[in-house]
Each structure stands twice: as structure tokens, then as C-alpha cells.
């Protein structure tokens, strides 16, 4: 079971980590959450249906990590606008962003805390044992699948790696390349994605 996700007899999923792969995997995920940022503060009249309904922002992010995570819902870059249609896109997108933002925020956040939750039993359950078989529920291991999609896509944009990149051509990098414990990374959780949807599967 070392590094891959295996099922568990009545569903969910487990996999062999050592200190390291847990300090890594709970390092990055914290990095992301404050990537992510907090959610939006609560209205000062204290409604706590305020927070539901406020509205997102209009406009893409500035940094090129949360536009990968937070795509226009209507502009492809592979196809190309005229002005007219673009400037309709970009309403559109922002409309969509508008009301969707939060929501969607929210959810990365919650799958980002549910793998440094895990994690953090995982490490005290086995204090002094240099690692531990981390288990979870259907529930948790979804929302693992989507805080290592994440965290691929944040890493990925990063070192401006593309879906078509030649993954051999990353294996290849040289030992001194600055990128390489990065590439690693995002090689080594691409794995451990695929066994965990592996695990999902009917």
C-alpha cells in the first residue's frame, strides 16, 4: 500500500504515509487554505443568512494561481473572441463570478481543511511510530480528491506546467534544477489522485 490509495472493504479509502509525505501533504494544504483566504465576514447586523447571500467578486484574480482555480465560466483561451463576443463573455463571466465565487471558495476551503484535520489525527495517533495508514470514509476521500486537485492545479500554475506537458519530460529534470523538489511534488501527488479515484470507482 506505500504512496497509493487502496479501497477499504464498504467503501473509503487508505493509504500508507510516513512523517515526511505528512508533514508535506499538511504543508501544502495549509499553504493553499491561505491561498484561498478566509471566507466572507458576517454582516454586522449578525444575520447569519447575510453571509449567504453576499455577493463575490466581479473581476478575476490577480494572482495567476487563483484564476486556475477560479476560471471565467465563459471565455476558452484556446478559442478566441471577436471584441464583441469577448466583451459579452466578460459580462457574463463576472455575473457568474458574482454569485458563485463564495460558494465555490468555501468548498476548497472545507476540502482543504478536511486533509489538515486528517492529517493532524493521523500524526498524533502515531507519534513516535514515523508514520501511520491514514483511512477514510467515501466522504473524506472525496474531499481529499479535491483538495489534491487543487493543489496540483495551484502547483502546476506555478511552474507554468500545462495539461499537455510531457510528464517524462518533467522526470528528467536535472537534480540541480531549481524546480525540481516542486515537479516532484506535483509528479507524486498526480499518483496519489489517480489510486484515490481509482478507489471511487463502482
Known sequence: ???????????????????????????????????????????????PLAELFAEGPSEPPAD?????????????PEQPASPRDAEEQRAYSAEFRRYTENDLRAGKRDNALAVVRSLDALASASAGEGGAVLKLSVE??????????DLRLAIGSRLEITEDEDTDLLYRLPDDDPRKPMVMAYLWLGGLQETLVGTLMP
Not at 495567476?64 to 476558452?76: E, G, H, I, M, N
Not at 473524506?140 to 486537485?149: D, F, I
Open 1 to 47: 500500500m506505500p504512496g497509493t490509495f487502496e479501497p477499504l472493504p464498504g467503501g473509503g479509502a487508505a493509504v500508507a504515509l510516513d512523517d515526511v509525505e505528512i508533514s508535506i501533504i499538511r504543508s501544502l494544504a495549509v499553504q493553499l487554505l491561505e491561498l484561498i483566504g478566509p471566507g466572507p465576514a458576517e454582516d454586522a447586523s449578525g444575520d
Open 64 to 76: 495567476p494561481v487563483l484564476r486556475r482555480l477560479f476560471p471565467d465560466a465563459y471565455s476558452d
Open 140 to 149: 473524506e476521500s472525496r474531499q481529499w480528491l479535491g483538495a489534491l486537485n
